[in-house]
């Protein structure tokens, strides 16, 4: 799972927030899947409007919002600084700028970026395991799992979109914990409906296992230590996470397997799946993982991203019940940085 978050929460569907492009209904069924397998967006929708008398002197974006109700005013303020906007066939200019009566206002509704997160994009993944009811995977280091503000394209989610039909239809397509992007290793991905909801619920049950290989700075003096401390937003530096009173539970139990050159190679097992949980344990004890910058890791061994594998994967199969293991070795930069340490 992740050092970061195991999703726990009601599930819902993947879907485009609001957007522009037309429904099935408008274009038929079969042209509009046709287009998203194909990575096609329908033409955007365009508006032209006549700034009436009673709208004379009022600014850009209120009469942008009376134009496209149905979008948020960010949205359309977006719209107009990408040029989306015309006043009188000319650029639109600045949000504020007061319009006088019978102007002509065109506005271009691109979609949202948001919208256009949940579409298939085919990319080759390292299968470690399938079949009709789960996928196992070796992710690499820099591939983002889900779709967020910066990595609305190209994540995990796009491609098991244009992986199976099925997923589609699944919770953030069958995607039931996270690996960070630069974090590699083992995942798990459910396929059916019901594969996602044993996964979730065996995941909250405590009753799959995994563990993560890292390197980490300092050398401690025991061979291996628990962290039991509760994890919650950093108040002070609001992108990280922190050890706070106020925190949900988490526990890492560390093992020291080898020490040198200031480092230390660590194997680590969750009993929680909370974000970026190894990442804030170990910079809490004091041993921030290689490279780890967020969290005051600085590069050494050649690591040129946070220090971190998932290694293991323990689970019973989610329709079958059968006991499953899974190991997955480490990719060349992580391993070239873990024998300079263990030899």
Sequence with gaps: MQEGADYREPLLRPQALAGTEPSPAQTGPDEASEDAAAGLEAPAEMRIGTVSTAQHGERLDKVLVAMAPEFSR?????????????????????????????????LELVPTDESRAFRPQAMALVVLHEDEDLLVIDKPAGLVVHPAPGNWSGTLLNGLLARHPGAAALPRAGIVHRLDKDTSGVMMVGKTLPAVTALVRDIAARS????????????????????????????AVRVRMAVVGGGKPARTDVAVLARGQGV???????????????????????????????????????MARQALHATQLELAHPVSRQALAFQCPPPSDFAQAWGQVCG
Excluded: W
């Excluded at 009188?88 to 009566?101: C, I, K, M, Q, T």
């Excluded at 993560?212 to 700075?217: C, D, G």
């Excluded at 300092?218 to 230590?225: A, E, K, R, S, T």
């Excluded at 949980?277 to 170990?282: A, E, P």
């Design 74 to 106: 960010n949205h359309l303020q977006h719209l107009l600084e990408r040029g989306h906007v015309l006043v009188d066939g000319g650029v639109g200019g600045a949000a504020s700028r007061r319009l006088r009566g019978g102007q002509t206002v065109q």
């Design 208 to 235: 799959v296992h995994r563990s993560y290989l890292a390197l980490a700075h300092g050398l401690p003096g025991v061979d291996g230590f628990t962290v039991d401390a509760p994890i919650g937003r950093d108040p």
């Design 264 to 302: 230390c190679a660590l194997r680590c097992t969750l009993h929680t799946g909370r974000t970026h949980q190894i990442r804030v344990h170990l910079a809490h004890r004091g041993h921030p993982l290689v490279a780890d910058a967020l969290y005051g890791g600085k590069p050494a061994l050649g």
